[in-house]
């Protein structure tokens, strides 16, 4: 019935998923099964989550235009909303399944059970694991990002953007051991992210305006027709300048912040060993 009680339920099913696939090499094989069930659950969440999220922004869609520019978008708005309906009846019959029921089950069993006492992986001390950890997502980061320019593709943007939230998790799982040297990269990647996520939040926002035009042109009036028109191109216009943001956010990702925090996990993983020793 709220769509932040929504949003946070998606939010917590995103973030469990990335813990279980961060650590799937310290956890027991059950773990696999379950983060496949949460894709489902965080995929059904996601339909409806994605339409709150078009509905709300009716509103800045409308300003800067005229009463009768702002008027013809209500057919917009209605065919999101049927999408809505649709969306959370499909939502609640998943929520209220039998195979729901079951996953919320298992999922607190082996919670309460934790791994066997003879699970070997799951021993390896934390500040061995972390930092290969850190690395990879760092590199993976890298790979995508450094060669991104202002013409790159949407989807370049895009595939960053989860690249990113990847790592800032990694970083936020780990960041209790590390300290102020997470904290601080990791606010380096969440600046980045903010820019990504709102030039995506534009690219989906043409893509569904063009979507309906293809699709339902036709029973919509020239005026509806041409309000998407000017929306359409303000997100074009955004776009390019989150682009041109681009350089900004993502040089700090390349500096010290990132050498201070390697660093500092070389350092405690050496003296982990010695004491280990």
């Known amino acids: 019935e709220d769509v932040e009680a929504l949003h946070d339920m998606r939010v917590a099913a995103r973030r469990l998923r990335a813990a279980m696939s961060a650590f799937s090499t310290v956890l027991p094989a059950a ?13 059904v969440l996601g339909e409806v989550r994605d339409l709150d999220v078009q509905l709300e922004r009716m509103t800045e ?15 917009i708005e209605a065919i999101l909303h049927a999408r ?9 019959v998943a929520l209220d399944s039998r195979r729901y029921e079951r996953f919320v089950e298992r999922f607190t069993a082996t919670l309460r059970r934790g791994p066997p006492r003879s699970f070997q992986p799951g021993q390896q001390p ?11 997502r760092y590199r993976q980061l890298r790979k995508l990002g450094d060669p991104i320019r202002p013409p790159s593709p949407p989807e370049e943007y895009h595939t960053l953007r989860i690249a990113a939230k990847k790592l800032r998790y990694g970083l936020e799982f780990v960041g209790p051991i590390y300290g102020k040297a997470a904290i601080t990269f990791s606010a380096r990647v969440t600046a980045l992210q903010d ?15 063009r979507e309906i035009a293809i699709g339902r042109g036709r029973r ?4 509806t027709i041409l309000a998407m028109g000017a929306i359409s191109e303000r997100y074009r216009i955004h776009g390019g ?14 500096g010290r912040d990132w050498s201070a925090l390697v660093k500092d996990m070389d350092a405690r993983e050496r003296r982990a060993r010695v004491r280990r020793q």
């Open 195 to 209: 820019v990504l996520g709102l030039h995506q939040d534009a690219e989906v926002a043409v893509d569904t305006l």
């Open 84 to 92: 809505w309906l649709l969306g959370r009846k499909r939502m609640l």
């Open 31 to 43: 773990m696999e099964r379950l983060r496949a069930e949460f894709g489902w659950v965080a995929a």
């Open 126 to 136: 934390i500040l061995s694991v972390a930092p290969d950890l850190l690395r990879k």
């Open 61 to 75: 869609w409308r300003e800067g235009l005229s009463a009768d520019q702002a008027s013809a978008l209500d057919a």
């Open 241 to 254: 300048q989150l682009r041109a943001q681009f350089p900004s956010v993502w040089k700090p990702l390349l």
């Open 220 to 223: 919509l009036s020239p005026e």
